[in-house]
């Protein structure tokens, strides 16, 4: 085995090492973030207000320099009454967050909505393949998730948003972490040495 095989061996362990554990604790923290969310929701929610409002604000401020830096008046017009409704829309969600949380409710539910819609067609659709049932499972649960967030609005509004952020990273962080264990299996497999061939074989 030559020297640059032998580097090049070195380099992909240490590779599949450091990525999995990489996303093993990535995986682990985005979990933990997952369950304070969940049990905390309302406070996340509101957070996510604040943020959504700190980026529309950011997106203000990129519309206006597009409207200083773009070519003619009319390309100036639109980009500064865009920038001028990011910067409304995010003041006013930074300023009064709980008005924001409600707007977010009501548009997560309108997402569950047309996301259940869209599952349940597309599993009729391919009903003849395996999938097709979890498709339409999916799709009925996204509906009635839709429909309690609606039915309880707005009290929905406390828990709605922060609750269902939570559940999506924590289910993300474990599939993170079993990816992780997967990634770390094949890595072992990988750096495992090579069985020794009995002599006079």
Do not use: C
């Not at 095989?5 to 933990?32: H, I, K, P, Y």
């Amino acid at each position: 085995m030559s020297t640059e095989t032998v580097r090049e061996a070195e380099l992909l362990e240490n590779t599949a090492a450091e990525s999995w554990r990489g996303m093993m604790v990535g995986g682990v923290v985005v979990a933990v973030l997952g369950i304070l969310a969940v049990v905390f929701p309302f406070v996340t929610g509101v957070s996510l207000s604040i943020l959504l409002g700190a980026a529309l604000v950011v997106g203000s401020l990129v519309h206006l320099a597009s409207a200083f830096s773009g070519p003619g008046w009319k390309g100036f017009v639109v980009q500064g009454l865009l920038a001028v409704v990011y910067a409304v829309a995010g003041i006013s969600l930074m300023a009064n967050p709980v008005v924001g949380l409600a707007t977010l409710t009501v548009l997560v539910a309108a997402f569950l909505f047309v996301d259940g819609i869209f599952e349940i067609v597309m599993g009729v659709r391919i009903r003849p393949e395996k999938s097709w049932g979890s498709l339409v499972i999916s799709g009925l649960l996204a509906l009635v998730l839709a429909g309690l967030v609606w039915a309880s609005f707005p009290s929905s509004a406390a828990w709605a948003v922060g609750l269902l952020f939570g559940v999506n990273l924590l289910f993300t962080g474990i599939s993170m972490v079993f990816v992780a264990m997967g990634g770390r299996e094949a890595a072992r497999t990988t750096t495992k040495p090579p069985e020794a061939e009995p002599r006079g074989a």
